[in-house]
């Protein structure tokens, strides 16, 4: 499954700009009207303004495997980096995976993260051009289950195969992208900021077809 396009709220639209310029030296290629239009690899983030919702959200962006640690290195000064067991690396066995979380000033919890399944490489230095796409983003409802099942049966979602669907918590797709699927409460990975649900609008590909919605 592929993440083409999300589309979340923010608050504060001019304090969203300036902390994507600083930390992950992202530049809008739109601003129209009331949002911010952003490209991260092949996926689009676009934010829309909000009138005092205070929205949280959690999203992963993927980064080639040789350049994470360069990509900490880079990133470390301009923010704080969200402890995982007391260190900056989330090390994911299952997953195969690495990855390391902030907050923006929204207070979204952002991951940058490194799929090894992915085998990908980048010869060019880390920066903005280094992002290969958004890799997840979660979804919070009160029951996970049924919302689960209705990806399967409405999209062709799989459950993916590296994380054992639970009660509370399944992660859908593949090693390209996932819905982070958090019973409303659940706490976000890796930090106690309880999961609420807010607008999302998502656009996705499947099997080649591609699916909208918005939750």
Partial sequence: MKILEIELLSDD?????????KVMGLQPYLKQGSKLFYSI?????????SH??????HFAVDIPNNRFKEALQTIKPLVNILPVQGNDIAD????????????????NIVELITRYASRSYDNA?????????????????????????MLTLKFGIPVF?????????????DDDGLFIIAESGREWFPVKDK???????????????VHHFVK
């Fill in 161 to 173: 195969h590296r994380q054992p669907r639970g009660e509370k918590f399944t992660a859908m797709g």
């Fill in 125 to 149: 230095a880390f920066s903005a051009a280094s992002y290969i796409s958004i890799s997840e983003i979660g979804l919070v409802t009160p029951k996970v289950p049924d919302f689960a099942d």
């Fill in 41 to 49: 690899g092949y996926s689009k983030l676009i934010f829309s303004k």
């Fill in 195 to 209: 999961a609420h649900a807010y607008s999302t609008r998502v656009i996705v590909m499947q099997d080649g077809a």
């Fill in 92 to 107: 994911f066995k299952n997953w195969d995976a690495h990855s390391f979380y902030f907050y923006d000033n929204n207070g």
């Fill in 13 to 21: 639209l001019a304090q969203t700009e300036t902390f994507y310029k």
């Fill in 52 to 57: 005092n919702v205070k929205p949280v959200y």
